[in-house]
């Protein structure tokens, strides 16, 4: 299953547009995806964040499908347990490509991708929770900024064939549904301006590192020969 | 007696003591159904989806470690799995029984060590009334299945039952690794209970008295117990069962903030080279108060099991509030025994909770408002180190060990 999401991700960066056929004329136009809007935004604070996407688009005849894939940093991970209850409650409809860790530090884990699939009703939008993994101290403390670039969007008409209405839009290969992961053909709209996010992670300051480790030593260790001494007097030997 | 302390003693009584400790608990186990289907707080812990997931694998015919972050026996899941076939309240239920179970154990362990059935009751209270594990257990946790586990154990020791106390010890030690801190003061009792008049003194008559009959049987059922059930477990799930349920407990240095002193060294050391040798030098207090006060207290199992514990979760590397519970199931076992007065036992109840307070404020400013407060979570770590420092002293200093000084009079 696992394997079957990498090659969808290999195979979304393929062109596949010289051999489709033409469509029964309900297809995107260039003029109809002018009007397509596309937002990002964080709610929340601190590590446990929510990101919020919306899709706006003028209305259509037909029902849109919209897939939105998303690349996210190492500094940040999805927990598919939450995602997957979420889908059962509320009809979230998220894929990952990978399994993740949801423990590791930052700088052990990789990047992963997000398949997220928004169903009308309109405006189309979901929230899915996303997690900040701990990062390496640095030198001054404060916070690591951790980058999230907008996600590629993807439309698709249920009826009619993907036709690629010209630059700078492009046809790509993607999982059909959530449920359905064989591929369809998504036509990737280009030209949106999405700013990216960031999420500031507090970071430990290693600069402190000598008196931390004395002054932990330290207590513990009195605390050791405090308890040692009242055992030791008290105690049955 | 006014009519609020008639009723304060009728709800003493054993039996509605007990009843009324079930119905709390039923009652929030369905709050929780309500709340987690209507708001966004869910009551249910995470861990309980976790072994629920486990469960529903094993039903399979799966691996439970293909859930990740599961990391307990496959005991659990198997226990657990009515819950995929009846209902999903199943376990909640189950852990609600073995929380109120835990209370009848305390209770018996209490009268036999000379308590009135009054005096039981009250202080068997102080686990079945206390919202601490009454949250826990309906929340999901599986904690009371330990304290049913260890406190079984102790009642079959005092009862000198040795092969049923081994049985379950054995399985103790399987469910949860912590509890063979146990063993050295479990085998100083049974080999030290009958000929405390030995002609040894210290240190040799330890000695000698570890080559026991009793002993040897202790030793074997448990042994082949825990060893049985690791490698029946080996062979159905392979390194992940060791890994999951052992060498990851062992191991673990977690980087993420939490209740232990040492968290924030841990964090800024975790790559470099001597982070090897504070390994060291933090492990040892933990080992050598260990292995002092189990030489120190063993006659007195109850008191030996709660400070083995809470020492145990104070000095360790990692450290979270549902390792509280480890010892809060044994305290009620140990108050009886303390000069202190009432006063001075809530004065230490605050300072504790306090202490966790202070600890708890910063980590909720880090974890979901982003401020960085790993400085002030630091020195909280330790405080709270201090505070319960504090707390051993005092219940170690203020311990009345009554079986024991007598004894001793009689040996001189």
């Known amino acids: ?237 | 007696m006014s009519r609020g302390n008639m009723f304060l003693f009728q709800l003493m009584n054993f039996g509605t003591l007990h009843s009324v400790a079930f119905f709390i608990r039923l009652f929030l186990v369905g709050f929780g159904i309500y709340q987690d289907r209507t708001m966004v707080v869910k009551y249910t812990d995470i861990d309980f989806h976790v072994f629920i997931d486990a469960s529903r694998l094993v039903t399979l015919g799966e691996s439970p470690y293909n859930r990740s972050t599961y990391r307990y026996t496959p005991l659990l899941a198997w226990m657990l799995s009515p819950s995929i076939y009846l209902t999903s309240h199943f376990g909640k239920l189950l852990f609600v029984i073995c929380d109120v179970l835990s209370g009848v154990l305390l209770y018996h362990i209490l009268t036999l060590r000379g308590l009135s059935s009054d005096a039981a009751c009250h202080f068997s209270a102080l686990w079945l009334l206390n919202p601490l594990p009454i949250g826990v257990s309906t929340r999901g946790n599986a904690e009371a299945l330990l304290a049913i586990l260890v406190l079984s154990t102790l009642l079959c020791l005092q009862l000198k039952r040795h092969f049923t106390a081994a049985f379950l010890y054995g399985l103790s030690v399987h469910m949860k690794i912590y509890t063979v801190i146990y063993a050295l003061p479990i085998a100083l009792f049974i080999s030290n209970h009958k000929d405390l008049k030995n002609h040894y003194k210290g240190v040799f008559r330890i000695i000698q008295s570890l080559f026991s009959k009793d002993l040897a049987l202790f030793a074997a059922v448990a042994g082949a117990m825990f060893l049985g059930l690791t490698l029946t477990f080996y062979c159905m799930y392979g390194w992940d069962f060791l890994q999951e349920t052992y060498l990851y407990h062992l191991t673990r240095r977690d980087i993420r903030h939490n209740f232990s002193p040492y968290f924030y060294m841990f964090y800024l050391t975790v790559e470099s080279e001597f982070c090897f040798v504070l390994g060291l030098v933090t492990f040892l207090p933990q080992v050598i108060l260990l292995l002092l006060t189990s030489l120190a207290f063993y006659a007195d199992l109850p008191l030996c099991c709660f400070l083995n514990t809470a020492l145990f979760v104070s000095f360790n590397k990692v450290c979270t509030s549902q390792y509280f519970l480890w010892y809060l199931c044994l305290l009620p076992l140990v108050l009886p025994h303390l000069r202190l007065t009432v006063k001075q036992g809530i004065g230490l109840l605050l300072l504790w909770f306090t202490g966790q307070g202070l600890w708890l404020a910063p980590a909720y400013y880090l974890e979901f408002e982003g401020r960085n407060t790993f400085v002030i979570i630091w020195f909280a770590g330790l405080l709270f180190l201090i505070i319960n420092s504090v707390v051993m002293v005092q219940i170690i200093n203020n311990y009345i060990p009554k079986t024991i000084v007598q004894q001793k009079k009689k040996m001189k």
């Open chain 1, 1 to 237: 299953m696992l394997s079957l999401y990498f090659v969808v991700i290999g195979l979304c960066f393929i062109f596949s547009g010289a051999s489709q056929e033409d469509g029964v004329g309900c297809g995107f136009t260039s003029s109809w995806l002018e009007s397509v809007v596309m937002s990002m935004k964080l709610t929340k604070q601190g590590f446990h964040r929510d990101l919020v996407y919306e899709v706006r688009h003028e209305p259509t005849s037909h029902p849109v499908k919209t897939l939105l894939l998303h690349r996210l940093p190492n500094g940040v991970y999805m927990d598919q347990y939450q995602l997957a209850d979420l889908r059962e409650e509320m009809g979230l409809q998220v894929l990952l490509d990978s399994a993740l860790d949801l423990e590791a530090p930052a700088h052990v884990s990789s990047a992963f991708s997000a398949l997220v699939f928004l169903s009308p009703p309109e405006p189309l939008q979901a929230a899915v929770p996303v997690h900040g993994r701990y990062h390496k101290a640095s030198s001054s403390g404060g916070w690591e900024r951790v980058v999230i670039e907008p996600p590629r969007l993807l439309l698709r008409s249920e009826h009619c064939d993907t036709v690629n209405p010209g630059i700078p839009h492009r046809v790509v290969d993607a999982p059909c549904t959530v449920q359905n992961q064989t591929l369809c053909s998504w036509l990737e709209v280009h030209g949106l301006q999405v700013p990216s996010v960031s999420v500031k992670l507090p970071v430990g300051d290693s600069s402190l590192i000598i008196p931390v480790c004395a002054v932990t030593t330290l207590v513990s260790l009195l605390c050791s020969a405090f308890l040692f001494r009242a055992v030791w007097k008290h105690g049955i030997f």
